[in-house]
Structure formats: structure tokens, C-alpha cells
């Protein structure tokens, strides 16, 4: 009987809250499935599709299929990608339909205690407070440089770590003191007259582990003639929540950041990380159904740009002669990057104009390296496949530098470079090589 109840509630949620028209838009024509991952790599399950996703939904809305584990599981290994987009000749907007479903089903879901328990540590107490975040990431950086990493890795004690895990914490780069990540100045000024004002979204991880690429983005940006203004009220953007069936967390963290770069005054918003880029430019979306903040969340979205977008645009590339010592790149494209935000043609541009490099496209750049978020945490298998593929693509490419533009995708690599055995052969993002470009010369 409490099922019944519980399928009942869940059915109702579905019925108010997923839009049906954007549900009837699918025509069912397959134009996805070529796009889709999980299609692939399960031998074309249609389960597994985005048509196959849609139709589950519709059918949960209509009454014809119960909302159970089977339909959850349908939604949590999709990998969000958003790949299935720009082929849909309807515009179905699929990412918009697979997070309020995902929302839907983890606020009426009952869960074990230890699973609640972890939600709210990571969810509410983690993420939304940098200052955590850089105590949290100082404690690993200290137990990189204090010895203790290399005892654990000679007694074996890493072994009792998942095989994924133990990768992975081969893979993290070095983490900066807790003091170097808390001395963020606010303000940058240009090198010489400054063309545009910016502001710089800094992210919570990008601030933190990656903390470098951070300096890196913001010198290339002053160099290229901008002045950049960093407000440290800012916040993580919300993605990890908006993917995770914590919408109403990331609503607010997505007004706190409105708050934050509102009276700025800048021509553009900064980002360089492809993942937290891609939700920021959707707040309007995200807020739609809030009228006090639908047009404040507008003009953000309105702001937000991509690194590459605005170095390309301020003839970074042509102004600065660009050289490293002889190599072959690839690129990896960052999904939400490409299939968000649309921007594709700019990291290609600024890496061409490298001097001293051979720039191989990988077969299938497009497609999901199995990262997505903390996706090859939670589904580690499908993650581990769909690398395995993508790597095959690199090898293809005889690269030795296989550059990427979010954070995620930049692990992933590292991950696929570890797993495979690679030797002379790293990953970097695109900020870090362009400014070991410019520096070169």
C-alpha cells in the first residue's frame, strides 16, 4: 500500500511539474541515437536513449508505466551530456526534461539514513561554502606533501580503495596551501588600456584544486586587455545540485550569485570550466518560474562567456606570437561547453595558432569522455566503458597533449592516460597551455 501511495505522489509530480508540450515535441524520429552514449555502449537499449528517456516520462505522465526503480535507473545513467540537442530537429530541450525528472524522484524518494546523511554533508554543507571547500582540499594538499601520500601508496593501504578511487587519487594534481587559495585579489587591471571589464567566476573546485588554471585564465585575460573584477561573495554555481536532484539548492545558490555580479558593471562573465559555464547560462531557465528574479537571472545569463570566446574576440591569438616546442594536440570538447553554450570553434581557433604544434581532431570529440560530474563516481562502469572508447580516439591521434576546457573532463583524460599505460602523453586545460604558450616566447 505505501508504494502504491508513493507511486501515486511521484505520478502527480510528474503530471505537474514536467512540461508536456516539450514532451509531445519529441517526434520519435531517432536523429539522438547516433549522439547518445549509453545508447551506444549498450548495444542500442532504447531504455537508454533520450527517446527512450522521453517516452519513459510520458509514460509516467499518462499513466502507463509505473515511476519505479526501472525508470530511476533509465535517468541516473543517462550522463547528461546534452549531446542529443543540437541533432534534435524539434529543439527538444532533453537536459531541461531529465533534471526536473531527476528533481522529481530524489524529493519523494525515502532514503536510508546513510544516504541522507551524505546528500546533506556533500549538498548543504560542502559545496556551498568555499571556505569548507578550501580546508577540506588544503587537507589533501597536505597529505600530498607531507609523505604520507607516498607511505600509503608503498604499504598498499591505497589498495583498499575502490580500483576507480585509487585511480583517481593518482590523477589529482597538486593542491595548493589553504593560505594561497584564501589570497584571491579582487581586482586585476589590464596589462595596457583595457578593452573590456570582466568578471571572473571563479568556481568552487576551479578555486581550489585547480587552482592554477584559475591564475593561468585570469593572466590571460589581463593580457588580452581586460580588466578583471573577482567578487568574493560569489558561490559554487550549482550544477553538481541541478544534475542531482537538488534543484531547489541550486536556485538558491544561482540567486546568490546573481546578488554577487549584478552591480558589477562588466561587459561579460568569465568562465572556464565548460560544466559550471553551461548552468550559469541557463539561470534564466532555471529561475523562470520566479518573477522577482526571472529578468535579474536574464541579464546574467546574458553576460556569461566562455575564456576562449572573449581571448578569440579580443585577437589574443593574432596579438601575442604563441609557441611551444614541438608536439601533437588533440582536443577533447567539454559537453556542456559545446552543446550548452555552443562554443566549439574558439579553443580550435586559439589552438591553431599555436606555432610549433600539430593539431590532430580526435575521432568523436564530441562525444562524453564519461566524466560528467561526479557521473563516474556514481555509475563507475558505464564511466570506465565510454572512456575505454574514447581513449582508442586519442591513441588514433598519436597525441601527446590532449587539452581540455572543464575540470572534469581534464581528470577523465588523466584517468583514461592512467588506465591505459600510457607513457609521454599528458592532459592539460587550454588556459594552463596557452599560457605556457605565451610565456614560451
Known sequence: MTKTIEQNTLRKEFQTRLNEDELLNCMKCGFCLPSCPTYIETSANELHSPRGRIALM???????????????????????????????????????????????????????????????IVFKELFPHQNRMRRLLSVIGLYQRSGIQKVVRKTGVINILPEH?????????????????????????????AMKRVAFFTGCLMDTMFLNTNQATIELLRLSGCEVVIPPSQNCCGALHGHSGEKQLAKELAKRNISAFEQLEVDYIISNAGGCGAFLYEYDHLLKDEKDWNDRAKDFTNKIKDMTEVLVELDFHNRYELRLPNQVITYQDSCHLRNVMRTFASPRILLHAIEGIEFKEMKEADRCCGSAGIYNLVQPEMSKQILDHKMEHVKETKATTIVTANPGCLLQMKLGIEREGIENIKAVHIADLLLEAVKAN
Open 58 to 120: 510520458k509514460g509516467v505522465v499518462d499513466g502507463l508505466i509505473e515511476p519505479n526503480e526501472e525508470v530511476e535507473k533509465s535517468l541516473n545513467v543517462c550522463l547528461g551530456c546534452r549531446a542529443c540537442e543540437p541533432v534534435c530537429p524539434s529543439g527538444v530541450r532533453y537536459g531541461h526534461l531529465l533534471e526536473e525528472a531527476r528533481d522529481i524522484i530524489q524529493q519523494s524518494k525515502k532514503q536510508s539514513a546513510p544516504a541522507k546523511w551524505f546528500r546533506h
Open 165 to 193: 578511487m585509487r585511480t583517481m587519487e593518482k590523477v589529482l594534481p597538486k593542491i595548493p596551501t589553504y593560505k594561497q587559495m584564501k589570497n584571491r585579489p579582487t581586482y586585476i587591471a589590464a596589462k595596457e588600456n
